[in-house]
């Protein structure tokens, strides 16, 4: 049974005339009419109204009916505001990636104010490489990610944030330790540390124009675990500047004309919740705020 022709019933119940209750109702009294006369045939041909002059009246039956409507109506109404007051105040988690460096900083303090803001926000993290965070974002797993690069797959949309520099992790020792910077051809048939597997790739195919592994000695999670094993003398790493911290045995040195483009990753046409979309749109801002006023 149509819910609105209940309440277009209760309605014109209440107020015995059909011009008023359609004004009330928002439709034409044809309308109303039409529906009343519906509901009688549905209920077998029962007559809910009854002519008083020029207005009507409830039937005995009609009666009966408005008070079983009118309860039904009121439970209906209860059970829909609990379900809004519950929704309204149910958890919002927010799934989302990131590529090791970019935590750290101006995302790591958004994330904490966003929390403080908004006592229904909770955040799933996850820390892995783009190519990774992107198969998670396609499968949605993750309602965004930040990544350092691209995909062509069309169902992807990136934004770009920022540009960032990128560091050469070397052992003390190392002859090339006390440089004051570093080109690419110099180190990249040095044995590596990748802690981020497209990181190594796009750097070997634009400083050497392959895609060889050959060089990659060891592939960990974290750019800390790559730190580690650089100051062990396993190897050199590459590094992205927000991930450099000083470490015992280990010495950076900038890498001369290399950048690290960090991109946000969703997928397209994915409905997002209000204060997870938000989210996106604050982080996006702040970010590309901050680049440019370091310039």
Not at 164 to 178: K, R, T
Not at 231 to 258: E, H, T
Request: hydrophobic content about 40%.
């Amino acid at each position: 049974m149509n819910y609105n022709v209940l309440r277009y019933f209760s309605v014109l119940a209440q107020v015995e005339h059909y011009t008023v209750a359609a004004a009330r109702l928002g439709i034409s009294q044809p309308s109303l009419s039409s529906a009343i006369h519906n509901l009688e045939n549905e209920l077998g041909g029962v007559k809910l109204f009854e002519k008083s002059g020029r207005n009507i009246r409830l039937t005995d039956e009609g009666k009966f009916y408005q008070e079983k409507v009118d309860a039904a109506l009121r439970e209906l109404h209860t059970a829909s505001l609990m379900l809004r007051d519950s929704r309204v105040s149910a958890p919002v988690v927010i799934h989302m990636g990131f590529v090791s460096g970019t935590l750290s900083g101006l995302v790591a303090q958004k994330i904490a104010d966003y929390c403080r803001g908004n006592n229904r926000i909770r955040f799933h993290l996850t820390e892995s490489s783009a190519e990774n965070l992107m198969d998670m974002v396609r499968q949605e797993q993750l309602d965004m990610a930040i990544v350092d690069s691209t995909d062509r797959d069309r169902s992807l949309h990136f934004r770009k944030l920022k540009e960032g520099n990128f560091f050469v992790a070397l052992p003390e020792a190392h002859p090339l330790a006390d440089c004051d910077c570093i080109e690419p051809a110099m180190v990249v048939r040095e044995p590596q540390i990748v802690f981020n597997y497209n990181v190594a790739k796009s750097f070997k195919e634009w400083a050497a124009g392959t895609h060889s592994d050959e060089s990659v000695i060891c592939t960990v999670n974290t750019a800390q675990a790559a730190m580690d094993l650089v100051a062990a003398g396993l190897g050199i790493s590459f590094i992205p500047d927000k991930c450099v911290q000083p470490q015992p045995g280990v010495r950076f040195v900038p890498l001369k004309n290399w950048h690290q483009a960090l991109y946000m990753c969703i997928l397209y046409d994915k409905w997002l919740e209000p204060p997870v979309w938000d989210f996106v749109e604050l982080l996006v801002s702040s970010i590309r705020e901050a680049e440019k006023n370091e310039f």
